[in-house]
């Protein structure tokens, strides 16, 4: 059974509470039980961090002139997408824009809502889009990308479970392309690198994984929607290596590695899932951070993929909730280790812009 991590495990609970205890719990005591159950809710529904805290690392001021020649202006989406911009030409990670609520996502069937696509196409002033590329499978990155693609007339790369969900969605074969590891791809200005990856390490609750099942790895057929967000199988994982003349980037969705990845390249900005990074063992986080940031060795540090996605893109975005993550101590290493080396980090609330070079 696959899904994304606080999907996985609210779901779980919650079904772990209507099937079993409710059936078994003596009648008398219902009541507190449903009063305790409430408030254990409630605390593991909260953000599991205080942006506030983080103050000093937002830029608060977006540019808003012309983006000058050579430079690459990037504009945060939530989540990992991710909009960069050389003032002739826009590329984009995942585009996951119709963000359905938790309770929506859990327990009914889910789709992109073209309205709120368009809502953030047009407040982002996504105009001159060329290309869409799709880190892995699951719903929170790649269920609007093929609607994004439809009303930009821009590319979509991914892999092979992504090209069934933008066909499901009615994108053209000539609309797509797959993914091809290693091999530049040349869009404007941008050379993009796909680099094979790992998805975040699976976990277990009440005996079940959220780890991919060997014998169902991807989307095999068209995915017609609305669907299950368990339907979105991840279908492999990848980063992105971006060059602009003579800046690099490097886009790292998940909070895992293949080691030695980048022993080859360096990057100036990377882009950092932190995705339940504190939640895995010491050892994990700091092989995380060596083959990631000590590799790369970039100069300024963006951390992604730290945002509550059940809420909408047109509110401020919040920390993931307390059920399946932990930012505030996730936020806590990544600035001890960035601070020792002298690292420059910097958040992006949703639309948020800065220039990168």
């Given at each position: ?51 506030s ?17 050579g ?25 996951f ?21 368009q ?32 009303q ?27 993914f ?6 040349a ?9 094979e990856?790992?998805h ?22 068209p ?22 003349g003579?800046?690099?980037i ?24 932190i ?13 995380f ?23 909408p ?27 020792e ?15 990168l070079?």
């Amino acid at each position: 059974m696959v899904c994304h991590e606080y999907f996985f495990r609210i779901f779980l609970i919650v079904m772990l509470v209507k099937t079993r205890f409710l059936k078994k719990i003596n009648p008398s005591l219902l009541i507190p039980f449903l009063l305790l159950l409430l408030f254990f809710s409630h605390c593991a529904f909260r953000p599991s961090g205080t942006l506030s805290q983080y103050d000093s690392y937002f830029p608060h001021e977006s540019p808003s002139n012309l983006i000058p020649k050579g430079k690459v202006r990037v504009t945060f989406l939530g989540t990992t997408s991710i909009l960069l911009d050389d003032g002739e030409t826009q590329i984009l990670t995942d585009g996951f824009f119709s963000r359905p609520s938790l309770w929506k996502t859990a327990f009914s069937k889910i789709e992109s809502d073209p309205s709120t696509v368009q809502s953030v196409i047009d407040k982002a002033k996504i105009e001159r889009l060329r290309a869409i590329f799709v880190c892995h499978s699951h719903y929170d990155h790649v269920m609007d990308a093929p609607l994004v693609a439809k009303q930009t007339k821009a590319k979509l790369f991914g892999s092979f479970s992504t090209l069934n969900v933008g066909l499901g969605s009615g994108l053209s074969l000539e609309q797509m392309e797959k993914f091809q590891p290693g091999k530049p791809i040349a869009i404007g200005k941008f050379t993009i690198t796909v680099l094979e990856s790992k998805h975040t390490p699976p976990f277990r609750i009440f005996g079940k994984t959220n780890a991919t099942d060997p014998n169902h790895p991807n989307i095999d057929s068209p995915l017609i929607t609305p669907v299950k967000a368990t339907d979105y199988i991840e279908g492999g994982t990848f980063d992105f290596f971006i060059q602009h003349g003579k800046n690099k980037i490097l886009i790292k969705s998940s909070t895992n590695f293949v080691e030695g990845a980048f022993d080859k390249i360096k990057a100036d900005v990377l882009f950092l899932g932190i995705a339940q990074l504190s939640l895995q063992p010491i050892p994990f986080q700091e092989q995380f951070y060596q083959q990631t940031v000590k590799t790369l060795k970039p100069k300024l540090l963006i951390p992604i993929h730290w945002d509550n996605f059940f809420k909408p893109l047109s509110e401020p975005l919040e920390p993931n909730l307390q059920l399946g993550d932990d930012f505030e101590s996730s936020m806590k290493y990544i600035l001890k280790r960035t601070q020792e080396e002298k690292l420059e980090v910097q958040l992006l609330q949703g639309f948020e812009t800065i220039d990168l070079f």
